[in-house]
């Protein structure tokens, strides 16, 4: 009995290739599914030397969609597949998609249809019908076409992978109360300490400059309170995380928001153009979008400023549950930002469903990257599905001049941090 395709491949496997940076560098696995051999030549001498990301391509053929279920079975972490439509039966290929997703479960590798008989797949029909993430004629492919497609691919699948490992490397903050029952006479003692801040309005905001990382133009400016309390200083996030009186966030909400406006009224003032746009945290958890748009639109005319002028940072938890209300203010031209991207499980569907403006990196995945190579591959990532889904990314925490040349190659729009500015008190 002869051998299948992909396991006649196995002896290239283990011979070392010259793209590798080091002995430990993994090559990226790629399989191609074509009954046609001559596709397979002609694949594999044009992807002979391609690597990406410093490590090899190693591609693997199969001649048949059964071929191919049973690599797959045996084979786990293939990056890309390149599929044929019509091999053994006219919609093989599409089986084998469904199998791939539904029986194996398996949403991350990344599937590219490839056809020369597009009038058994239109691609309509298959776009739509099947979860693929790219279809293209193979009178299409040109060398150099097909390079770009494998690397984007690979691109793709390595931001899944990143986004995976940055859940499991997010160290929990210094008080990780988000899940535990509320102490209430913690609460009651830390609403007393918030109350007095706000008549006394003695708490502090540092003005953080968001710059642009390609003209080094000022773009915005976060604003980040610090309130005095017994428990000492504490930011908003952890004020959201030890209460869930909505009286006290939404009064502390306001008193942000009407002092977002000022700033970015006194910025207009000034004749500064393009005036800097605001950047805020929301705390409300149980805010409704009525009111939570009434509250940005009455602060807004209190100072006389169109949308444009303001950007809320919003949890993905807390956009998720306001994602009208963020339609409703991206309307007005506010713009919204999802804060502290990289520590939250947010699946890529609900990604793209939420729609912000911006994607800002939490600054565990900022704070040296250039010398932290976990750190690199996740901010990389995260920049590059930003760039994907269509919206700036910002790096939070940029700290000395290599994370910030970093940045400034891979593409990151705008930067925050030491490295930019200092945190000026207002």
């Known amino acids: 009995m002869t051998a299948p395709s992909w396991l006649r491949s196995e002896a290239a496997r283990a011979e070392p290739s010259g793209t590798l940076t080091g002995p430990q560098a993994p090559p990226w696995h790629v399989l191609l599914v074509d009954d046609a051999p001559e ?202 995380a030890l209460t869930d009186d909505a009286a006290l966030l939404l009064a502390l909400d306001k008193a942000m928001l009407h002092r977002a406006c000022m700033l970015a009224r006194e910025c207009h003032d000034s004749g500064e153009a393009p005036a800097p746009r605001i950047s805020m945290p929301l705390m409300s958890k149980h805010l409704g979008d009525e009111p939570l748009i009434a509250m940005v639109q009455a602060a807004l005319a209190e100072a006389n400023l169109h949308g444009d002028a303001l950007d809320l940072q919003f949890s993905g938890a807390l956009l998720d549950a306001r994602r009208e209300a963020a339609r409703a203010l991206q309307a007005l031209g506010v713009s919204i930002t999802l804060a502290d991207f990289g520590l939250e499980r947010i699946s890529l569907p609900d990604l793209q469903a939420l729609r912000p403006n911006r994607i800002k990196i939490h600054s565990k995945f900022v704070s040296d990257v250039a010398h932290q190579h976990e750190r690199a591959v996740v901010a990389r990532a995260i920049v590059a599905l930003a760039h994907t889904l269509g919206v700036s990314a910002i790096a939070d925490g940029v700290a000395d001049s290599e994370d910030l040349q970093f940045f400034r190659w891979e593409g990151c729009d705008l930067g925050q941090g030491d490295a930019l500015a200092i945190a000026r008190r207002v």
């Open 39 to 240: 596709i397979h030549e002609v694949t594999r001498l044009v992807l002979a030397d391609a690597a990406y990301s410093g490590r090899p391509v190693e591609l693997s053929s199969a001649l048949s969609a059964a071929e191919a279920r049973a690599y797959l079975a045996a084979h786990s972490g293939t990056a890309l597949i390149l599929l044929d439509v019509v091999m053994e039966a006219d919609d093989a290929g599409l089986e084998l998609v469904r199998h791939i997703r539904d029986t194996l479960d398996d949403h991350d590798v990344q599937i590219i249809l490839r056809t020369g008989q597009p009038g058994m797949a239109p691609e309509r029909d298959v776009i739509t019908r099947y979860e693929i993430n790219g279809y293209f004629l193979k009178t299409e492919l040109t060398a150099q076409k097909l390079t770009s497609v494998v690397v984007t691919g690979l691109r793709t699948y390595e931001t899944i992978m990143a986004l995976r490992r940055a859940q499991t490397l997010a160290i929990a903050p210094a008080i990780d109360d988000t899940d535990a029952p509320i102490d209430r006479e913690r609460e009651r003692a830390l609403r007393t300490d918030l109350e007095a801040a706000l008549r006394a309005d003695t708490w502090i905001v540092h003005a953080l400059p968001q710059i642009d990382l390609a003209s080094n133009a000022l773009r915005g400016i976060e604003m980040q309170p610090v309130w005095a309390t017994k428990e000492g200083a504490l930011s908003p996030e952890r004020i959201a």
